[in-house]
């Protein structure tokens, strides 16, 4: 019997190579403990059939000896990343019945590796959510407490790596969809640096945000997961070239840590604020350098983020027409077939955001809203960088709250954007976030402080996060 509870990326790989147990005997167990706790938790839309087929191949590359840390190791993959002859719906209507034709950059080298895809997660509809509920195949709920949210948009994945339904895990960041469900669940969650993990095929919300992103039990599991996947990809032009990315790595040593406390006096649960601050001085207690800074551009991060993401919706959507692929209704004339479809396709966030994009980017208030939501993002993207000559890094809580209840704020649109307050400044600017759980409140839900890096700078993250992990 396999313990499952204590395993991590380098555990298993270790066991694997002793012969403690084979990777097909690691599936199985995952595959167990799916079929036991998932019927509640609804993680995952899908487990491929062919997971312990993967499994055997993993297997002989550990007897051949070509095995790597990811070789043989369970993942749980988010319904919107393409494995080629898979199904990949981003838990939208529009999608049923979309088969992949081709792998994602990420689904090449986890084959590569030898990595076991168990199987597709639950997300929000095309990552439109903090809380995986908008999903149009159900909601999900969080191990930790069946009531409660996972967070979203990736909350499958969250879900099933809290659960103990996969060991590892992939989602996608947009605006905090693993850092917030990285926090609601216990985990780590890791948001790259925008360009180090190729975007190619993943379907698209906002292309100037999205990135795929990590989630691990400890930050040794995300650092391993993001070292495999971060590759130049020339398919993807917004990957960031090899030279490039040296030539903008920090040194991974840390001694100045920046707070913005001016950014979370009012909207933030007592019980978040007091645990941040004896994060901080934990963390001060143990040799950094905590510095006040003022970041008085970012206050405006999720105001602006609501404009560019929802214009980049309106585009990037508009190509589910019910012509090409997807959903097609029938109709009368073509208009017909494109309402009709698009209709019964998307469902209520979809559409909401669908709308507020088209309507930011229509003739007479492009200018006065998408162009000056550009101009807010560099000021913001610039005000960091400029912090970042004072200080490594920059810590604030990873959430305003703990996981909510399911149904708290589904009629409350901007009580539910406002869960992304602290994720949106790491996705305007393009920087690499990386949320870790600090403790738990009364109620034994899970609390979280994220740390934000320069460019390129996710060393720092590792280092800093593995050194919290000593002292939370």
């Not at 009368?332 to 309507?359: D, H, M, P, Q, W």
């Not at 869960?419 to 790491?426: E, H, V």
């Amino acid at each position: 019997m396999i313990n499952l509870n204590d395993l991590t990326i380098e555990k298993a790989h270790d066991a694997l190579l002793r012969g403690d147990f084979t990777s097909r005997e690691l599936t199985e167990s995952y595959i167990n403990a799916i079929k036991e706790k998932d019927k509640d938790i609804h993680a995952y839309l899908e487990v491929f059939s062919d997971a312990l087929a993967q499994a055997d191949i993993a297997d002989k590359k550990i007897k051949d000896g070509s095995a790597t840390l990811l070789t043989g190791i369970p993942f749980a993959v988010k319904d919107n990343i393409l494995f080629d002859g898979k199904k990949a719906s981003a838990s939208s209507k529009i999608l049923e019945n979309y088969t992949a034709v081709y792998d994602s950059t990420c689904a090449k080298i986890l084959k590569s590796e030898g990595a076991v895809i168990l199987g597709r997660t639950n997300m929000d509809e095309f990552a439109m959510g903090s809380s995986t509920q908008t999903s149009a195949y159900g909601i999900t709920k969080n191990p930790i407490d069946p009531s409660r949210v996972p967070g979203g948009s990736s909350g499958g994945s969250a879900a099933a790596l809290s659960g103990g339904m996969t060991l590892a895990a992939l989602g996608t960041e947009t605006c905090g969809s693993v850092r917030e469900p990285a926090s609601f669940c216990g985990l780590v969650g890791l948001k790259p640096t925008y360009g180090a993990i190729s975007r190619n095929g993943i379907i698209a919300m906002g292309n100037s945000l999205d990135q795929i992103s990590p989630f691990g039990k400890d930050v040794r599991d995300t650092e391993i997961i993001f070292s495999a996947l971060s590759k130049h990809d020339p398919e993807d032009s917004t990957s960031i070239p090899s030279e490039l990315r040296k030539s903008k790595a920090k040194n991974p040593e840390v001694k100045k840590i920046g707070v913005p406390w001016h950014l979370f006096k009012d909207g933030v649960d007592p019980e978040i604020s007091e645990n941040f601050k004896n994060s901080i001085e934990k963390l001060k207690n143990s040799g950094y350098e905590i510095v006040d800074i003022e970041l008085p551009f970012s206050k405006y991060s999720l105001a602006a983020y609501y404009i560019i993401m929802p214009a980049e919706v309106s585009t990037n959507l508009s190509r589910f027409d019910g012509i090409r692929y997807g959903h097609s209704a029938e109709g009368k004339n073509l208009l017909e077939v494109y309402k009709k479809s698009r209709g019964e396709g998307f469902g209520k966030e979809a559409r909401r955001r669908i709308l507020l994009g088209t309507y930011v980017l229509s003739h007479g208030y492009y200018d006065a809203y998408y162009n000056k939501a550009v101009i807010v993002r560099e000021k913001i993207r610039g005000e960091i960088e400029k912090a970042f000559e004072s200080v490594d890094m920059i810590a604030t809580p990873t959430t305003p709250m703990p996981a909510f209840k399911i149904g708290e704020k589904m009629n409350d649109p901007v009580a539910m954007y406002l869960c992304d307050i602290f994720s949106a400044p790491a996705n305007l600017a393009g920087m690499p976030s990386i949320a870790i759980p600090s403790g738990k409140n009364k109620e034994g839900l899970p609390l979280s402080i994220q740390f934000l890096a320069p460019h390129f700078a996710e060393d720092m993250l590792f280092a800093v996060g593995k050194k919290f992990e000593t002292i939370r």
